[in-house]
């Protein structure tokens, strides 16, 4: 890690219209970089470690500092070149070209494998991106929730009449992304008992607002599921334990909730925490690696298995997304059916690939000056823009009621094809009018509609079988450059770990500039779109429909 260049100050984003760079590009770039690094925001500050377990910002603290001492220099018309958190190079490219390319974890197909990965990690020649940590855009936990809260809105709409309320949602794991779970499920009125091993962090996510309560042992935790269920009443419940232990024990009683689902870190094996004294397993993990990662498949295997067994017994059943049945199914255990498809469906195939369809997915912005007023501005613009979007109003009141803002204040919205230029182009005029006080950043989660191949999660089951097909993510960091973006990140893993996925990230600044005006009408059109040219070109219906009446060039 280079700790000798850890800086002396803590590192946070710097707010304010002074820059430290040539560009509001580069500061803008600087900054976010920062954010992911903020305490507040950041899973392990010390190892640069954002979220997901493992994923990094920069590979150490002394590439961290180049990357710095790089943007600070960078000249309007020149693009900083990433590999994997080390900068390697400074190009002279256009103005209008990005000043940042980002590419992290990517491995040849052959030698695509956790095990090649980690040698290269511990000789300091890679690091793991996750998403957003090694593109320089996460949120906090913020940035998973609309997606978490729509997802639950269309579990609720399927199968409980439109509503959450009376119904006990159980999942596990309180990290940087799956704290939204347990606010998700309350925002649609619903109940959630959330397993962490991690004493500490049940603790911070009360201290966050996105849990309500702690419980003192499982048999008070149910009694307050029970309690809050009788009532109809949205509230959140976390449980210090183990999920491996906690779901088996669930069943063992007879148990049952209506929703079962997690969002544990399981895409590598050494960030998922196996049944045991907590103190004692996080030993074995740096003692012995190997004994580490046959008890960790061994609990996953457990926590799978009960995931089935709960659906069997009534419960609906989802997988969030950190390849926990993709573990277990190389553990051995049977996690599909005789068509090859998974015995509990994950989210996208089962509630959001219609959205996706559409070109919406999960869009977001920061506000450069640190100034939460800039974001309260903004929320009032989105509802001026889309005044008979009923969900959009309902989320921003949620959000603005429950929501708090860490690091740089930043929004998370679902917008499809055609909304995002719209009102990427309002938030450039805002900035150019003086209503917000600094230029706002832009940006993505790398989970959206046409930039990313993850048969794990993202692109199962699609419609003609392309789940595996990594062209389109490529497609898409190469059309967002050609378009104009001021920062393109290309990345291997994700959340469901090396191999596994390929995925893009996108971001734009809005500086207020007429020049600046015309890259987001194309960059904003362009990203959602690759949405409906996936899902078109795989024979969805709705995407080629939506293409037909929104004018997508679709050749043949």
């Not at 590999?83 to 190009?91: F, P, R, W």
């Not at 950190?322 to 015995?343: C, P, T």
């Not at 803002?405 to 679902?414: D, M, S, T």
Request: glycine share 10%; with cysteine; charged share 25%.
């Amino acid at each position: 890690m280079y700790y000798e260049y850890q800086p002396e100050k803590t590192v946070k984003a710097q707010h304010g219209t002074t820059l430290r760079c040539k560009t509001w590009e580069a500061e803008a770039a600087l900054r976010m970089l920062e954010n992911n690094l903020d305490p507040a925001v950041s899973l392990v500050y010390d190892e640069l470690i954002v979220y997901g377990g493992a994923g990094r910002a920069a590979r150490n603290w002394k590439e961290y500092q180049t990357i710095v001492r790089t943007l600070k220099n960078l000249e309007p018309d020149e693009t900083m070149l990433v590999q994997s958190g080390k900068a390697v190079g400074v190009l002279r490219t256009w103005a209008h070209a990005p000043r940042v390319l980002i590419a992290n974890s990517n491995l040849v197909p052959a030698w695509s494998t956790q095990e090649h990965f980690d040698e290269l990690d511990r000789l300091g020649l890679m690091m793991y991106g996750q998403m957003t940590a090694g593109s320089w855009i996460y949120i906090a936990t913020q940035g998973i929730l609309q997606g978490t809260y729509e997802t639950f809105a269309a579990v609720a709409e399927r199968h409980f009449s439109g509503t959450l309320a009376g119904t006990v949602t159980v999942t596990a794991g309180l990290g940087g992304m799956s704290g939204a779970q347990p606010l998700a499920v309350t925002m649609n009125d619903g109940v959630c008992l959330v397993i962490e091993p991690i004493d500490e962090r049940v603790k911070q996510k009360m201290r966050e607002g996105y849990l309500d309560e702690q419980a003192r042992n499982l048999d008070h935790a149910l009694e307050l599921c029970e309690q809050y269920r009788k009532e109809r009443k949205g509230w959140s419940i976390g449980l210090t334990g183990n999920a491996a232990t906690v779901l088996p024990e669930l069943l063992a009683r007879g148990y049952k909730a209506d929703i079962v689902t997690d969002q544990t870190s399981a895409h590598d094996l050494l960030d998922y925490i196996p049944e045991g004294d907590l103190a004692a397993v996080l030993q074995l993990r740096q003692d012995n690696p190997a004994e580490f990662r046959q008890q960790a498949l061994a609990s996953i295997m457990k926590h799978c298995q009960a995931i089935i067994d709960m659906q069997k017994a009534g419960s609906v059943a989802l997988d969030y997304g950190n390849n926990l049945r993709g573990q277990a199914e190389k553990g051995g255990l049977k996690v599909r059916d005789e068509q090859g498809q998974f015995l509990y469906p994950g989210f996208v195939p089962a509630y959001i690939r219609p959205l996706f369809c559409e070109g919406k997915g999960p869009f977001r912005w920061a506000a450069l000056s640190g100034d939460p007023q800039d974001i309260l501005r903004l929320d009032r613009a989105l509802l001026e823009t889309f005044p008979d979007d009923k969900l959009l109003a309902r989320w921003i009141e949620k959000a603005q009621a429950k929501v708090p803002f860490i690091g740089l204040p930043a929004r998370v919205c679902w917008l499809g094809y055609g909304e995002r230029e719209k009102f990427g182009l309002v938030i450039n005029e805002l900035v150019a009018r003086g209503e917000v006080s600094a230029p706002i950043v832009i940006g993505r989660d790398h989970l959206d509609c046409g930039s990313v191949a993850s048969p794990n999660r993202e692109t199962e089951g699609m419609k003609d079988g392309s789940d595996a097909v990594a062209d389109w993510p490529l497609l898409n960091a190469l059309a967002n450059c050609a378009s104009g973006a001021d920062w393109v990140s290309l990345h291997n893993g994700g959340g469901v770990g090396i191999g596994n996925s390929t995925h893009s990230g996108m971001v734009i600044v809005a500086t207020g500039t007429p020049e600046k005006a015309e890259r987001l009408k194309r960059v904003l059109t362009t990203d959602p779109g690759m949405g409906i040219l996936r899902h078109a070109d795989a024979g969805y219906e709705l995407a080629q429909q939506v293409a037909r009446e929104r004018g997508v060039l679709i050749p043949g």
